[in-house]
């Protein structure tokens, strides 16, 4: 009689024991991977993309052989510091909201003479489109350590805005994920992942205050566009055109909803 | 020419910080392609830093470094605005040097 | 010197005689490991070719994650206390050539360097150092994981 409750308590401790050792392992996993992305940031190999950045905007290119030094990003023309963290917004001589992407092919047309249809037909990391992600890259880093905040008084911001969120919980594709699916809750995960809330500020540095990023998983550089279109393409969904509207207005949604969040970009991620 | 690196040279009390970004595919010679063929080996071999005329680190790579080499190390006995110069080999001969002021 | 000279003066085994005789001074005879160490596929081989078996020290310490959220990119450093730390060392032990990259510290440089390396898989991470012409070491494993989908 006694045996068989010892040993029953013995298999419960076991279990318990289990138990707690695998909820154990999963906090260390979680601390060991914040010590491992902590040693990756001193010295992001993306400075590499936004030194070729920073050459980018400064040298005289394209059929016009112009820099991009009076290109305006929103806050006048030639001004970097700042524009990262208030776009998408809108731009009168274009008549429609551009995020930072689409508005440096704008000034590559416009200022250099380049062919901005070209452009956003080129894949990503290849010609021109890798060109973009190095300006990007270095535009964004102009504004690292501030505070999105995004415009919300032009008509069209308030719409695009309106746009992205009724996007971001559109479910469809086969297997019906919506960007909610994953992004819509608290303290989600994918694997070791962790799934940031956009519909609502998910904290400094975290989801639309992370991107542009390098990836040390393919040791690319990529933007927002970028990163969109491959959540596409996780979902299953047809990958959504270069700076197409839905684009921008999820960027629209995302970013002003990370109103005060803490730019952190260039970011790594894994 | 290849691409520069990004160097970072920091004094604290005596000893200099150098951090080194390298752009380089760093390809180990041992991946296949989508179509079954070895990517050949490409990768930086050699590394050399130098400050005022001296060798302050030799480095040795093989293509087991990562894309994009990261490299760090510390040494003593440099002065605010001194020159450090970096300069890699990779397998294939090509060759890149840069340098930064010890801020 | 150059390199197949000494590469048939190790293979003669009349390296450490020509040291010894004084012929060869004491910094040419440092650079123990040349390209070839580098193409050996066990860890036996690295530590032969980096000189023999080391002693374990606690002066020597890797520099490592416990655990790396992708293999492509881990940072790996290593450091010695050891005075007169001339070559720093570092072995990833299931890579297919373990021997992955090597450090000459001359006299004013801290032994004590930090880079990234690749690894396939989960793996023992061995820094091997050379301090007063002999040799010591330090393990620590690292994990190596596929994080997931996303970020």
Redesign the interface.
């Known amino acids: 009689m006694k045996k068989s409750v010892a040993k029953r308590l013995l298999v419960l401790s076991a279990v318990m024991s289990v138990g707690l050792t695998a909820a154990h392992a999963q906090g260390t996993a979680a601390e060991g991977i914040a010590k491992y992305r902590e040693m990756l940031a001193d010295g992001n190999p993306a400075e590499l993309f936004e030194m070729k950045g920073e050459e980018l905007w400064k040298q005289k290119r394209g059929p016009k052989n112009v820099s991009l030094e009076q290109c305006d990003l929103g806050k006048g023309p030639g001004v970097i510091a700042g524009a990262f963290v208030e776009l998408p917004r809108y731009f009168n001589d274009t008549g429609r909201v551009q995020d930072l992407e689409t508005r440096l092919i704008t000034c590559m047309e416009t200022l250099q003479g380049f062919n901005a249809a070209e452009i956003a037909k080129t894949p990503f990391g290849r010609g021109e489109m890798a060109n973009v992600t190095a300006l990007a890259t270095y535009v964004a880093t102009a504004s690292k350590g501030m505070r999105f905040n995004l415009p919300q008084a032009h008509e069209q911001e308030k719409t695009m805005f309106e746009v992205g969120k009724r996007l971001f919980f559109a479910r469809g594709g086969p297997h019906d994920f919506a960007c909610s699916s994953c992004h819509g809750v608290d303290g989600g995960r994918i694997r070791l992942q962790d799934l940031p809330n956009l519909t609502k500020n998910p904290g400094d540095g975290v989801g639309f205050a992370a991107w542009p990023a390098y990836r040390v998983s393919n040791s690319q550089m990529w933007g927002m566009q970028l990163r969109l279109n491959d959540c596409y393409r996780q979902q299953r969904f047809p990958e959504p055109k270069f700076g197409s509207d839905a684009t921008i207005a999820l960027g629209v949604y995302m970013g002003v909803n990370a109103k005060t969040a803490e730019s952190i970009v260039p970011a790594i991620k894994r | 020419m290849a691409d520069p690196m990004r160097i970072r040279a920091a004094l604290a009390g005596d000893e200099t910080t150098v951090r080194v970004l390298m752009s380089h595919p760093m390809e180990a010679g041992t991946r296949k392609d989508a179509a079954g063929a070895t990517i050949p080996a490409h990768y930086i071999q050699d590394v050399e830093a130098t400050s005022n005329g001296k060798t302050v680190l030799k480095a040795m790579f093989s293509g087991a470094v990562s894309q994009n080499p990261f490299l760090s190390f510390k040494f003593k006995g440099a002065a605010k605005g001194d020159k450090v110069v970096v300069k890699w080999v990779d397998n294939k001969g090509d060759t890149r040097t840069d340098e930064a002021a010890i801020a | 010197m150059n390199n197949s000279r000494r590469v048939a003066l190790k293979t003669t085994g009349a390296f450490a005689t020509l040291v010894s005789l004084g012929i060869i001074t004491q910094s040419q005879a440092q650079a123990a490991?040349d390209?070839t160490s580098?193409q050996v596929k066990t860890l036996e081989d690295a530590l032969k070719a980096i000189g023999g078996t080391a002693a374990t020290s606690d002066q020597v310490s890797v520099v490592s994650?416990?655990?790396?959220?992708?293999g492509?990119?881990?940072?790996v450093?290593a450091t010695s206390k050891l005075p007169n730390t001339t070559e720093m060392y570092l072995i990833?032990e299931k890579?297919?050539?373990p021997?992955?990259?090597?450090?000459?510290?001359?006299a004013?440089?801290?032994a004590?360097?930090?880079?990234?390396?690749?690894m396939g898989q989960s793996t023992n991470v061995i820094a091997v150092v050379k301090a007063d012409g002999k040799l010591f070491s330090a393990t620590k494993e690292t994990?190596v994981?596929?994080?997931?989908?996303?970020?």
């Not at chain 3, 492509?72 to 940072?75: I, K």
């Not at chain 3, 021997?99 to 001359?106: E, K, T």
């Not at chain 3, 004590?112 to 690749?118: C, E, H, I, S």
């Not at chain 3, 994981?145 to 970020?151: A, M, N, Q, Y």
């Open positions: 490991v390209r580098f994650p416990d655990i790396a959220e992708n492509a990119v881990v940072p450093g990833v890579n297919p050539t021997l992955s990259a090597g450090f000459m510290i001359p004013g440089t801290v004590d360097v930090q880079t990234r390396l690749k994990k994981t596929l994080g997931g989908c996303g970020g």
